[in-house]
């Protein structure tokens, strides 16, 4: 009798676990099996995206996993990651469970409120204003960082805390942090507290905020902020939801745009110094091209880049090769949905593997190779290739990408005119750490001066 009740209990167990681990609808995308707990993440390993664009071989560009104990369904293929990333059902975005603002902010919110701040941010990013802001601040961080021309005097404490905030709450070092994300089970394994961090760094943006409105003239805006201000007073008249809650989805999306912005853009300056480092006959051609078009009297300005196609395609090639965000941020189908034959349920956790569209051998050929020649034609023109996802695609692009790419270029030619580098110690190796970005090991770089 005893063993029955023990075999009935083990069955049942091993049963409910089944029912949990197979994907409930047989229409779902194939895919392996996971574990409770931990769904997929221990065979993703630190490098998932590489995973996954492995698994494409046996299951397909389409992959049921398991983040945790939360359903996903992975794509790693470039034109079907623009085909879904292009519909609107696909444009939602996970709960997290330290989200303590709800989902009022730029990166985590998708309903209508979400689309009103993104396109406001978006068309403040790409505005002259901003554009001339940036390449001022840019040219003030290299002259500080490199030319040690320090007298003007640096980001107050409290901003130089808020970005230390930001860096510890973005960076995840192992999977165990990413299922904390959406579960309580694995807390007690993990150190970073990000709730902390993102109520510190909120009540850091909410104090700047409310000094800030003190000497805010309507119709002259200085910056962002007043900006919102002006806005706002004009969205009152066409929306009156849109007031209600305009300032606090505007204080998440200040945060999100910091905490998506910050890291994603130091990091991929550290990938354009291992790169021209590892390789001086590019950096050298990089180095010819920035003598030709600019000289040795002035330093580069962003008029200069449509002039400079070999500069171009380094850095994008840096990007590709980088592939800095492997999986994106989380995507959520809406509703439940039909793609290529699968059923996708609502909810669904949906990552577009931009490391398979960047490492795709039948696209780029020759995908690990370091080649900038691919962004550019045979007559020396600098091509944009659609195929290259550094910055996601469709709805929910990454709205900074021009101040990403204004300050990587900026930043890489004021400093390759002046200097060639070396590496003091060991050389990085090319395979960037776990996480939600990829950013190298640390490295020590040495400075010379060219002339
Ligand atoms: C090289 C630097 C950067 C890279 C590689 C990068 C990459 C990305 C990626 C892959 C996404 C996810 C898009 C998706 O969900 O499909 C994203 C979203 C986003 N990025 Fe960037 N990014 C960079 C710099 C920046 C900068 C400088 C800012 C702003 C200051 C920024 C703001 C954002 C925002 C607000 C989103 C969320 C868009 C949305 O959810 O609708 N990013 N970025």
């Known amino acids: ?26 229409r779902q995308p194939p895919g ?15 490098k998932p995206g590489k995973t996954l664009l492995k698994w494409r071989k046996k299951y397909g560009p389409i992959v049921s996993v398991r983040i945790g104990k939360m359903p996903a369904v992975a794509i790693s293929d470039v034109y079907l990651i623009q085909e879904a990333f292009g519909q609107r059902v696909f444009s939602g975005r996970p709960t997290y469970k330290i ?14 409120e979400t689309t009103e701040q993104r396109k406001f941010f978006h068309s403040a990013f790409n505005s002259k204003e901003s554009r001339d ?44 942090e990413v299922i904390a994300m959406f579960t309580n089970f694995v807390d007690f394994l993990v150190k970073n507290d990000r709730k902390k961090n993102i109520q510190d760094a909120m009540s850091i943006i909410k104090k700047k905020f409310k000094e800030h409105k003190l000497t805010w003239v309507p119709g002259q805006p200085r910056d962002l902020t007043d900006a919102f201000w002006d806005k ?35 990091i991929t300056k550290e990938w354009i110094f291992v790169y021209l480092t590892k390789f001086p006959e590019v950096r050298r051609k990089f180095q010819e091209e920035i003598d030709a078009k600019v000289g040795l009297d002035r330093t580069p300005s962003l008029s200069d880049e ?26 959520r189908a809406m509703e439940d949905v039909e793609f290529k034959g699968y059923f996708i349920p609502k909810d669904t956790i949906v990552i577009g593997n931009l490391y398979a569209a960047n490492w ?15 962004f550019l034609d045979s007559q020396g023109n600098f091509v944009q290739r659609d195929e290259l996802l550094a910055f996601s695609t469709g709805k929910r692009l990454c709205i900074g990408e021009r101040l990403a790419r ?34 190298p090991y640390s490295f020590s770089l040495k400075f010379i001066k060219r002339h």
């Open 360 to 374: 795709d051998k039948d696209i780029w050929g020759d995908p690990h190779v370091f080649r900038p020649e691919r």
């Open 1 to 26: 009798m005893g063993y029955l009740l023990a075999f009935t209990v083990v069955l049942g167990a091993l049963l409910f676990i089944y029912s949990r681990l197979k994907p409930t609808n047989s």
């Open 406 to 439: 204004n300050n990587m270029f900026l930043f890489s030619t004021i400093i390759f005119q002046e200097f060639n580098t070396e590496f003091a110690g060991t050389e990085p190796s090319f395979e960037g750490s776990f996480g939600l970005f990829s950013r």
């Open 133 to 176: 802001s940036a390449e001022g601040r840019i040219r003030e961080e290299v002259d500080a960082l490199i030319f040690m021309k320090n007298d003007k005097p640096r980001d107050d404490p409290q901003t130089l805390e808020f970005l230390q905030n930001l860096s510890r709450t973005i960076r995840v070092p192992n999977f165990i």
């Open 232 to 266: 706002q007073d004009s969205m009152a008249k066409e929306s009156p939801k849109f007031r209600a809650n305009a300032e606090e989805h505007f204080l998440g999306s200040i945060y999100d745009a910091s905490i998506a912005g910050y890291d994603t853009t130091s």
């Open 99 to 112: 989200d303590e603002f709800g989902k009022k902010g730029i990166v985590r919110g998708d309903d209508i």
């Open 32 to 46: 392996p099996w996971g574990l409770p707990v931990l769904g997929h993440m221990h065979l993703l390993g630190a």
């Open 306 to 331: 449509p002039n400079m196609p070999y500069v171009q395609a380094v850095l994008n090639e840096v990007l590709r090769i980088s592939s800095i965000g492997p999986l994106s941020v989380f995507h």
